[in-house]
């Protein structure tokens, strides 16, 4: 059972990705989110089910493969995946990276500009 | 049973919403006079519902429907039977002074024409709540009536009285309307009806259901609210914020009494239980005493009127659950005479108010010469309110006594509260019909003088209403008194009453009432003080409460809200990966799926040293001290996984896994060439153990998921047809390019949307910059170069 | 002219990557060079290209000769139980001065174990250079002057 | 199966043994730094061994598809480089500054 | 095109549809293509923007047009698939024109028209280039992708979609509170969909297939062995996040007030409402017997999220945030649905989130020209509305009642759907929690009424009756219409939820319909 | 025959390469600066990869692969020494220092030189 | 970035990675490879001319805006997806040219869409690449 090590091993990242996501601070939720990325896509690989070493490809000389290959299902999910998380990422490094701009913190505790900490009561009057 | 009368009862549920629809436009153009034209459609509503009294007298019910919702079973239908009709007579008839009323007392307002619009909304809602038979027909009208009144209430919406009453009587009635609601959607279930008619003829359906008690408190608290019986009588004086023809119609004919309309609707499934027949009598007591009682306390002419106002819906409820014959004849005749010498009595005063300019009644007096008309109306009216003779409303209370009587305690104990009800209404009404214009001339703000026709129109017709009907009581009583009474009690009754007394304890009781009544009037400024008195020392009371209360939610609230949605991102992400360690964890424990410890795997020395690779830039990522080197080490967990992925047969996977996160690294390493360095956070420890805990479990769950997933056999069924068709039919031999592209092409398709937009967003963020406000200027192709060639 | 020849070039290292050398596979890979040098059009021109092939051999040679020397000599360091390195920085005096030309010398003497260019002077006169072993800064020097910057010259002058 | 086969598929797993323990030592250059061009340095050999440990891969598999994984790796891996040689460029001199901090004070906590 | 073997001589119809396709079936995939191309063409107009509004709102019209079509057509003749790329189902990605889906559909992109309109005035040159247009057609294409694939990892690709158009939507401007907002947003979305990601690999793992027909199908033959109770709970944590409900919702009240008023329209009209419509999909079309274990769970959701929403809209001074928190506690209604889990309660659901998606564009919209007309979000400040700016006191009324659930507003039905739904069965508390959140809601909106409107300015000025402007007031009253519409006359709506909810509880027919031949495998 | 002995060269290769790469990996790990580790990490490194690409290069029987191997070597050494460079250039103008038992540092003599002849040019 | 040594090689290296990009696109079909991973190797081209000769210069190279070469990108695949309609076929489905003897690669609309999604990805990500630079330069 190989898909246990590869089990182990997602289950691994994901903590460590839940872990930085966790933290205050804008850079290591940055690589948790990498992390988190990189979970679940190996999560739907090793969910797939492994194949060692043989590539989902048909050689030039046949119509369907002789041998039993990786199945090719899951690598084009996570290929999608990866795609899309990258996109994400990109953008919410950017985010990041000019909230720390005009925020002037990259302390989530110190964001408080949506949700202000002196909130006001509403009027209490008619 | 589709009559020609049902086709204009269908057009009549609709006809005052068209007039409050184009009530601006007219009124805009010919000003208050508007009022005479708008004043034809209740007159006509009145007329087709007058035509229809032959045929309800004759114990016929008029009823048709239109098809408004049959999804939900839900018909637009109506039901005239002798309750509802001589309602809809009452709201109509007395709907057509008040619409004359409203332009004479608002003439040259601003915004008259927006008061007629309302008015006949008004009038409209509560229309139709009487005439409904589908219970959701019932209860939108119910809701509309609530809605209404919050505008009328809040007509003068600058006061911040006006909005306070307005939100109030939204809020409690509002409250009443969800009861309603819910208790008629109970009724549908305990008794598969939709409509008033078909429930009527259920018979015990309900009364023997388990879901009756549920029902009544439901019902109850939609019919109390609306009827302001006490603890929810405190709305109703507030709502006299609004203009005085709002408080005429409002509190005389109708919407309070839209309460007491359903509790009569469901007297004859509902009613003859001993919830019933206790529950009702006892809060209609309580107030009618409440309401007599802080009725005497008043010097505002309009509060002392909606005051009795509430006493008398108490007294109405408590007759309606008296539940006796004679006490829902009682109801019956109570309820007619109060519309009448009640609308009257508000006109009247109004008129005093806009004339005079005040309605204290301790500074008014000596009115009569000035206001003659308004005088007789007053009068008689108020002679109605004593229940004396020959007005009607000295029939309603021969047979309300008659009704009581001292068969046993419990209604000897109701006759004790009736009488002195009725003694303290008696006091008031004379007050108010007296007070200002008997006795020498005060002097008051306006020179007073009778004001035109539109204001003293429709206190004198109905005071001469109230007059005429109890002369003709015979003919009032067999087209209107008894199918109406017949209708509440669900079976056909008779009512003799007439103005010729016949001797007996009602009588003498009428005496004894009008003997109190009148010793309370000699003394109402004692009176008065005494009970402002008592009030002051009892202190709180619900109308402060609701203050209290609201501004205790919305003070709640505000602490609630920041406890939770408290602005800490660190908060927000805590407790959503809580949930989600659970939500992997709980099922496996709770519903037994966990899996059994899996086979340990063999393998391959480079393997391990690939996974180990992974674990190790994990672990540098963690453990990294400052950032970049974190990012660093980023990559090292990154080229680990796209080995992975090239070890386990997935080529294309490693490539773009090699790609993705050397460009990531590429992107970090631009963007951290702007950023301050900091050094990375140190949480504190207990902060820590909490991280930790969440994510080991999250972990955790998804290892375990993993295992119980991979431990199934799978069904390969997908990539075998892939494998089968990728180069014969889709002519591509890399089987994974051909499901991206081919096989699954829509998720390539919605995959590179995401690309683009990302790189949209992405540009956005950095051109558009706070500061300048403007867009960072867009650098022009082929323009001069910036190139730092040496 | 050299364009020209270039885009052959880039149209015979496309059929080289693709592994196919059909006329129309070559086609299309002269097209997609042609496309490549339209991306790159300014900066194309400076470079002088001859086609001294057998002299470009002939530095290819060298240079992989000194490749499997000096790696050899770089291995033994590292593996040296007592690493006895003499680093440090020297200064090379170019004496070619053209972009191309100085480009190819320095990842040249960059390719070669045991040295590193690290910079070319602003004025584009002197190349920066580290190497392991400095202990003898003119002999590396020379090495260079009589080695590949000779060469250099050679092919593409 | 030949000597020479039997040769090859030895020589493929001590390659491959090689090559993983050169990525576990690079990795440790990686993570001890100390400073942030030793860490590129680095991580730009650990691309570098990862095309080997690729065409490696494609030998072993016969699966020469594999190759150009490699190719790409390396030229993007190269563009990694640029990218942090950018940024050593633009912040080093703060971040040298850091370094020498960190270092001092783990002298001075000795 | 047309014969039955290819060149390798392989019978073609084992593997593909063969039956040519009427051109009416493409209606199915113009809401989701027809938005995509516009999007592209308007990024490679950037710079162009003045074409960017005629051109976006001639093709959300076109896209209406086709919606509604589509949708009388399913009424007319039953739901209809597609299979794409010609594969048999469920090789290929189905897309699936049910009355559920196309209704939501079609609604979405009513909204979408109504806030294109009024983007067209109110989002200034710089938003326009930046990519407002784009990034709107771009969630319309994301939102219905969503309403109409047939596909679990398909419906993740269009989640993403329109998450990453909201992104930049919400980015637009980057004014400090945008910013700080759309982090939050960003990252607890994130979360979010690589939750739904990661149920869906398992799923896969499990199931083998990812056509939700096809895993219907399969779904009692592994009932037994695999964790399908941890599948539908990973998926209700998911959607619920996704949908924002309570303790999941925090990323909503973050972050809604912070954009344009009308990306906030769109979002509170659009976005949750998908968390909703997922939810329907894989507790009553997946997984029937674990969602109805769930069912306890998500009723308790349900009440927390809609009292957690009424009072946060109390606690509220900024009208912006208040609306936040109505869009929450719909949410909670709408759960209400999913844990009663009867036809009424579905279809109560199904018709809230029609409901809610046109009254939260519409309160959002009305914030908006309240801002305009009061020059300030404050419930403190603002004052004397309702004398200046009659016509917009009015829709606001209109709103509140209709967001309250009061006639004659749209809320009034599947209000009284739910709790009719939830007094049927064992739902007492549901049905109280409902009025009670209808009560507060009444409240709530009720003092923004009188405070904003009746109220007089706190400083005494009287605010100039400046006219708003016309685009924005018409798109206003174009949404209004379709609210009054279903306060007064339900019937069409109320009938296509009917039947929405119907096929919900009868997955075996919606199995049938995409895969006649029984299953992949 | 003839593939047996490209096997057995192959695997020397592989070997080989491997070798070197290791060798480099030491050589990162013993080097006492950042310019010195880049002599191990940029030419040997690369020379061991380049020599396992050559490697599959003769092990294939394809010539589409075999040129692609090829370009792959070829790609590798010509990014290599630029990226070297680029580290090297901006290590040391960030300032990071030479070890210091380094036995000479001509370069910053020579900016030296150059900067105050620049200087002095300027002041004329 | 001043450097001769970068400047002198990057266009020739950028113009190699371009044409491995457009040969990773176009074999995608029948090995690894495709538009995506053709796209970032192409934008990993332009992120290095940007870097090396400057974010203008590289702009002017591609001549459109970036962002617009990716819209027609995705214009190009929602056609490639469209164009089924003109043959009964459902959105989506491959049409395929009959083959060229002598070209690798067969004329196909899936084909048109690989390369839409290879013009998505270059676009997008040399937009966000160039954008940070340029950002960077300042
Ligand atoms: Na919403
Ligand atoms: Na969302």
């Known amino acids: 059972m190989i898909e246990t090590a590869l089990s182990i091993l997602v289950g691994i990242f994901f903590a460590v990705a839940v872990y930085l996501l966790l933290s205050k601070h804008t850079i290591r939720i940055m690589l948790g989110v990498v992390v988190l990325g990189n979970a679940a896509n190996l999560s739907i690989f090793t969910a797939g089910r492994l194949t060692r070493e043989v590539p989902p490809v048909i050689p030039p000389d046949l119509y369907v493969p002789e041998i039993a290959t990786a199945n090719p299902l899951p690598q084009a999910l996570v290929l999608t995946a990866i795609v899309i998380s990258f996109s994400l990422f990109a953008f919410l490094l950017v985010l990041a990276w000019r909230a720390y701009q005009d925020l002037d913190t990259d302390n989530t505790e110190e964001m408080r500009i949506a949700e202000p900490k002196a909130d006001p009561l509403p009027p209490l009057s008619y | 049973m589709e009559t020609d009368g049902n086709s204009l009862t269908f057009i009549a549920l609709f006809l005052p919403f068209v007039a409050a629809a184009l009530a601006p436009a007219l009124t805009r153009r010919m000003g208050h006079k508007a009022a005479w034209v708008l004043a034809i459609v209740p007159a006509f509503l009145f007329i087709h519902f007058a035509s229809l009294v032959g045929t309800v007298a004759s114990g016929e019910a008029v009823t048709g429907s239109r098809n408004w919702v049959p999804s939900l079973g839900v018909e637009f239908s109506w039901f005239l039977d002798g309750l509802s009709l001589t309602f809809a007579l009452l709201i109509t008839g007395i709907g057509t002074f008040i619409v004359l009323y409203s332009g ?511 674990v190790i830039g994990l672990g540098a990522v963690l453990y990294a001290d400052d950032r970049l080197t974190a990012i660093v080490s980023l990559g090292i967990q990154g080229f680990a996984v796209a080995l992975i992925f090239l070890l386990f047969g997935a080529p294309d996977l490693g490539f773009t896994q090699f790609m993705v996160e050397t460009l990531s690294v590429v992107i970090l390493a631009l963007v951290m060439t702007r950023l301050k360095l900091a050094k990375s956070d140190h949480r504190p420890t207990r902060e820590k153990a909490l991280d930790v805990t969440v994510a080991s479990l999250c972990g955790l769950g998804l290892m375990l998921a993993l295992f119980k997933v991979t431990s199934l056999t799978f069904d390969p069924a997908l990539s075998v047809f892939f494998t089968e068709y990728s180069r014969v039919i889709a002519h591509g031999r890399n089987i994974v390019n051909v499901i991206l592209v081919d096989y699954r092409g829509v998720d390539t398709m919605g995959e590179i949307a995401v690309v683009m937009a990302a790189g949209l967003a992405i540009l956005a963020l950095v051109r558009v910059r706070l500061g300048r406000r403007v867009e960072h200027a867009e650098p022009q192709v082929a323009s001069e170069s910036r190139e730092t060639v040496a | 002219m050299t364009l020209l020849l270039v885009n052959v070039l880039l149209a015979l290292a496309w059929g080289g990557v693709t592994g196919s050398f059909t006329l129309l596979n070559l086609l299309f890979g002269f097209i997609l060079g042609a496309g490549a040098l339209y991306l790159i059009r300014k900066e194309i021109g400076s470079l002088g290209y001859l086609a001294r092939m057998r002299r470009v051999v002939s530095l290819t040679i060298l240079f992989l000769v000194e490749l499997v020397k000096s790696s050899w000599t770089v291995a033994m360091t590292v593996l040296s139980p007592k690493m006895d390195i003499k680093p440090g920085m020297f200064v090379y005096p170019l004496k070619v001065d053209k972009d191309a030309e100085i480009t190819m010398l320095a990842n040249l003497i960059t390719l070669t174990p045991g040295t590193l260019s690290v910079d070319v002077s602003e004025d584009r006169r002197f190349l920066f250079i580290h190497a392991l072993d400095c202990s003898d800064p003119d002999q590396l020097r020379h090495d260079i002057a009589t080695g590949f910057e000779r060469k250099i010259m050679e092919a593409f002058r | 199966m030949s000597f020479s086969q039997g040769f090859l598929s030895v020589a493929e797993y001590i390659g491959l043994i090689l090559l993983s323990l050169s990525f576990l030592l690079t990795t440790y250059r990686v993570i001890v730094g100390p400073t942030l061009p030793d860490r590129i340095v680095a991580l730009d050999m650990l691309v570098v061994v990862a095309v080997g440990f690729i065409a490696l891969i494609g030998i072993r598999t016969s699966f020469t598809l594999y190759v150009d994984v490699a190719i790409s790796l390396g030229l993007v891996g190269f563009l990694a480089t640029v990218a942090f040689a950018r940024f050593v460029m633009a912040k080093g001199s703060l971040w040298v500054k850091q370094e020498d901090e960190r270092n001092l004070r783990e002298v001075s906590d000795d | 095109m047309e014969s039955a073997s290819n060149p390798y001589g392989v019978d073609i119809s084992q593997a593909m549809i063969v039956e040519r396709v009427a051109l009416a079936d493409w209606l199915l995939v113009f809401p989701v293509a027809l938005p995509l191309l516009a999007a592209a063409i308007l990024v490679m107009l950037r710079s162009r923007p003045k074409l960017h509004a005629p051109i976006a709102l001639a093709v959300i019209g076109v896209v209406l047009v086709s919606n509604v079509v589509l949708l009388s057509r399913v009424l007319d003749e039953g739901p209809f698939a597609m299979t794409m790329g010609r594969w048999l189902p469920p090789f290929g990605i189905t897309f699936v024109a049910d009355t559920l889906g196309v209704l939501l559909a079609t609604t979405a992109a009513l909204v979408a028209l109504v806030c294109a309109l009024f983007g067209s005035t109110s989002i200034d040159v710089t938003g326009k280039r930046y990519g407002f247009y784009p990034f709107l057609l771009l969630l319309m294409t994301g939102v219905g992708g969503s309403f109409l694939t047939g596909d679990i990892f398909n419906l993740y690709v269009w989640f993403e979609v329109f998450l990453i158009s909201s992104f930049g939507l919400l980015i637009l401007g980057s004014e400090r509170a945008q910013l700080d907002g759309a982090f939050k947003y960003a990252i607890l979305n994130l979360v979010a969909t690589t939750l739904f990601l990661i149920a869906t690999g398992l799923l896969y793992g499990v199931f083998g297939t990812l056509n939700m027909a096809d895993i219907a199908l399969k779904a009692d033959g592994l009932r037994e062995e695999a964790p399908l109770t941890m599948l539908a709970t990973l998926y209700l944590v998911a959607f619920g996040m996704k949908a924002a409900a309570f303790p999941l919702h925090f990323w909503l009240p973050a972050s809604y007030h912070t954009p344009r008023l009308v990306v906030g329209a769109l979002f509170g009209a659009l976005l949750t409402k998908v968390g909703i419509y997922a939810l329907l999909r894989t507790l009553f079309l997946l997984f029937p017997e674990e969602g109805g274990a769930l069912s306890g769970v998500i009723a308790i959701v349900a009440i927390l999220t809609m009292i957690f929403g009424v009072i946060g809209a109390l606690a509220q001074t900024d009208i912006r945030r208040i609306m936040g928190y109505i869009v929450i506690s719909g949410i909670g209604i709408m759960m209400a649905g999913l844990a009663l889990g009867d036809r009424m309660g579905l279809a109560g659901t199904v018709l809230y989130a029609v409901h809610s998606m046109l009254v939260m564009a519409a309160l959002y919209l009305l914030v908006a020209l309240m801002r305009k007309a009061g020059g300030t979000y404050s419930l403190s400040e603002l004052g004397g509305l309702y004398r200046s700016h009659p016509l917009l006191a009015a829709m606001a009324l209109l709103l509140v009642l209709s967001a309250a659930g009061l006639p004659p ?105 995409v895969l006649p031949a029984g299953g992949g495998s | 025959m003839i593939e047996a002995l490209f096997n057995v060269v192959v695997g020397l290769m592989i070997v080989g390469g491997a070798a070197f790469s290791l060798v480099a990996s030491i050589g990162i790990n013993r080097f006492p600066d950042v310019y010195c580790r880049m002599h191990a990490a940029s030419k040997a490194g690369t020379l061991g990869s380049g020599v396992i690409l050559l490697a599959l290069a003769v092990h294939a029987d394809d010539t589409a692969t075999v040129m692609r191997a090829i370009a792959g070597f070829v790609f590798l050494l010509l990014t290599a020494p630029v990226a070297a460079h680029l580290l090297a250039k901006a290590s040391y103008e960030a300032g990071y220092k030479l070890w210091d038992k380094s036995v000479k540092d001509e370069m910053i003599v020579k900016i030296r030189e150059q900067k105050t002849k620049r200087e002095h040019r300027n002041e004329n | ?130 954008a940070l630079e340029e950002r960077d330069d300042e």
């Not at chain 2, 507030?238 to 359903?262: C, D, F, I, Q, R």
């Open chain 2, 104 to 614: 004479g007392y608002l003439k040259g307002h601003a915004h008259l024409g927006r008061f007629f619009s309302f008015i006949l909304m008004f009038m409209g809602a509560m229309q139709g709540l009487v005439i409904s038979d589908s219970f959701l027909m019932f209860f939108v009208f119910w809701e509309l009536t609530s809605i209404t009144s919050f505008l009328l209430i809040g007509f003068d919406h600058s006061r911040e009285a006006s909005r306070r009453s307005a939100m109030q009587a939204l809020i409690v009635t509002g409250m009443g309307g969800l009861a309603l609601l819910a208790g008629l959607l109970v009724i549908w279930n305990a008794t598969g009806a939709t409509s008033l008619s078909a429930l009527l003829e259920t018979d015990n359906a309900l009364r023997e259901s388990a879901l009756y008690g549920l029902a009544f408190v439901l019902i109850l608290g939609g019919a109390f609210t609306k009827s302001a019986q006490f603890p929810f009588h405190f709305w109703l004086p507030n709502a006299m914020e609004a203009p005085t023809p709002v408080s005429a119609y409002l509190h005389s004919a109708t919407m309070v009494k839209a309460g007491v309309y359903l509790l009569m609707r469901l007297n004859p499934v509902m009613g003859d239980t001993a919830l019933w027949e206790t529950v009702l009598p006892l809060f209609g007591g309580v107030t009618l005493l409440v309401g007599g009682f802080l009725a005497v306390r008043q010097s505002d002419l309009k509060l002392m009127l909606a005051y009795t106002t509430v006493a008398s819906l108490g007294l109405l409820v408590m007759l309606t659950g008296f539940g006796s014959e004679h006490a829902i004849e009682a109801a019956v005749l109570y309820l007619i005479a109060h519309s009448l010498f009640k609308g009257a009595l508000f006109m009247v005063a109004g008129i005093i108010d806009h004339e005079a300019g005040s309605r204290d009644v301790t500074r008014l007096g000596g009115l009569r010469k000035a206001m003659p008309i308004t005088f007789g109306a007053a009068l008689v009216a108020a002679i109605s309110m004593g229940g004396l003779p020959p007005l009607f409303g000295f029939l309603a209370k021969e047979e309300i006594y008659y009704a009581l009587g001292f068969a046993s305690v419990w209604s000897a104990l109701f006759t004790l509260v009736a009488i002195l009800g009725n003694a303290l209404m008696f006091a008031i009404g004379f007050a108010v019909a007296l007070k200002p214009f008997l006795g020498p001339e005060v002097k008051t703000p306006n020179h007073a003088h009778e004001g035109p026709p539109l204001l003293w129109l429709g206190p004198v017709v109905l005071a001469g209403a109230s007059l005429l009907a109890a002369l003709v009581s015979p003919l009032t009583h067999r087209l209107f008194s008894i199918p109406m009474a017949s209708a509440v009690a669900g079976e056909p009754l008779d009512i003799y009453i007439s103005l010729i007394p016949s001797i007996g304890m009602p009588l003498l009781l009428s005496l004894v009432t009008v003997a109190l009544g009148y010793a309370i009037y000699r003394t109402l400024g004692d009176v008065r003080a005494r009970v402002g008195a008592a009030l002051i020392a009892i202190g709180w009371g619900p109308d402060r409460g609701f203050d209290q209360v609201l501004r205790g939610i919305v003070r709640g609230a505000h602490r609630l809200t920041g406890l939770i949605q408290n602005g800490r991102m660190e908060t927000y992400m805590t407790l959503t990966f809580a949930v989600i360690a659970l939500a992997f964890l709980v099922p496996l424990v709770g519903a037994g799926e966990m899996p059994a410890f899996p086979q340990l795997p063999v393998l391959t020395l480079y393997e391990i040293v690939v996974l180990a690779l992974a």
């Open chain 5, 409 to 513: 507003g749209s809320g009034l039905w599947p209000k009284v759907m739910l709790v009719k739904s939830a007094l049927d069965g064992e739902g007492g508390w549901l049905a109280f929690a409902i009025l009670l959140s209808g009560l507060m809601t009444t409240l709530a909106l009720g003092r923004v009424f009188a405070l904003a409107f009746w109220r007089p300015r706190v400083d005494g000025a009287v605010v100039p009756a400046t006219p708003l402007d016309r685009s924005g007031m018409f798109a206003l009253v174009l949404i209004m219409v379709p609210i009054l519409w279903i306060g007064l006359y339900p019937e069409p709506v109320l009938a296509m939820a009917d039947a929405a909810a119907a096929s919900l509880l009868d997955p075996a027919s919606y199995s049938l319909l």
């Open chain 7, 1 to 130: 970035m001043k450097t001769l040594i970068l400047r002198t090689i990057a266009p020739y290296l950028s113009a190699l990675m371009m044409i491995f990009s457009v040969f990773v696109l176009l074999r995608g079909h029948n090995d690894p490879g495709g538009g995506f991973i053709g796209g970032l190797l192409a934008a990993s081209a332009f992120a290095i001319y940007g870097i090396a000769s400057g974010v203008a210069s590289a702009r002017r190279a591609m001549r459109f805006h970036p962002m617009a070469i990716a819209g027609s990108g995705l214009a190009m695949s929602v056609l490639a997806g469209l164009a089924s309609i003109l043959f009964g076929v459902p959105f989506m489905t491959g049409l395929w040219a009959p083959p060229i003897p002598g070209i690798e690669f067969e004329l196909s609309s899936v084909l048109f869409f690989d390369i839409g999604v290879y013009l998505v990805v270059l676009g997008a990500i040399t937009s966000v690449a160039l």
